[in-house]
């Protein structure tokens, strides 16, 4: 397996700019994790969803932010309008119930 | 909600010698308890696991240890090496329920001096 893959690698942009973020899961894996990781705040979970349903989106800092869970084999992470303190690492996980997550290689997020 | 705690935030060993990352949790219910390292610039990875009904898992130079009653649970690396550098995050996690998300701690910075 491929693991999760999670695109773009890295995305640079101007602030007020939409950014969108991919992650493809595990395939057999029903959950699927969005993190973001700061120096200052460690690694935050946004939301997360079993069987591309969200369940808990209680991290997800404000309405700037949205995640869509479309089929099994896709998410996305949107922020729009993009902010410099939006400036992250991102990370995509995914699990199947009771096992640890595993984590794609993230995008870094730069905003300008 | 669970909490999980997460001691020290950093750690320096002499090559050769053991650490110890501990760490606590809140909610009595959770019964998994994986352990992730992050090298710099990289991704967590699951490096090893254990689940409330084992006291203790080892895995070569690594070894997890669980106290349920304390709701303490504890990662040894011995003969620690330089490649064992990296950020170690423990996690908890209640897995019986379909609601169910992992709990990190802060994480241990851990310097391996040569």
């Known amino acids: 397996d491929a693991g999760v893959i999670q695109s773009p690698r890295h995305e640079v942009t101007e602030m007020g700019q939409e950014v969108t973020l991919r992650c493809k899961p595990i395939s057999g894996h029903d959950y699927l994790f969005w993190y973001r990781q700061t120096m200052m705040r460690g690694l935050e979970l946004l939301i997360y969803f079993n069987n591309n349903v969200p369940i808990d989106d209680s991290g997800m800092p404000e309405d700037r932010f949205s995640a869509k869970m479309p089929n099994a084999s896709f998410s996305t992470l949107k922020i729009q309008p993009s902010e410099p303190r939006d400036s992250a690492v991102y990370f995509c996980a995914s699990s199947s119930l009771g096992e640890g997550e595993h984590f794609g290689d993230g995008t870094r997020l730069s905003i300008l | 909600g669970e909490n999980v705690e997460q001691h020290p935030s950093t750690l320096s060993v002499q090559e050769g010698d053991s650490a110890v990352i501990k760490c606590t949790y809140s909610?009595?219910?959770?019964?998994?308890f994986p352990w992730y390292k992050q090298e710099l610039g990289k991704r967590p990875q699951l490096i090893i696991d254990?689940?409330?009904?084992?006291g203790e898992k080892k895995d070569q130079r690594i070894a997890v240890t669980l106290n349920k009653t304390a709701k303490h649970f504890s990662l040894h690396i011995t003969e620690t090496q330089p490649e064992d550098s990296a950020v170690y995050f423990c996690a908890a996690s209640l897995t019986y329920s379909s609601a169910s998300k992992i709990i990190f701690g802060s994480g241990t910075r851990l310097s391996i001096r040569p």
């Open positions: 909610d009595s219910a959770s019964n998994y």
């Open positions: 254990i689940r409330s009904n084992v």
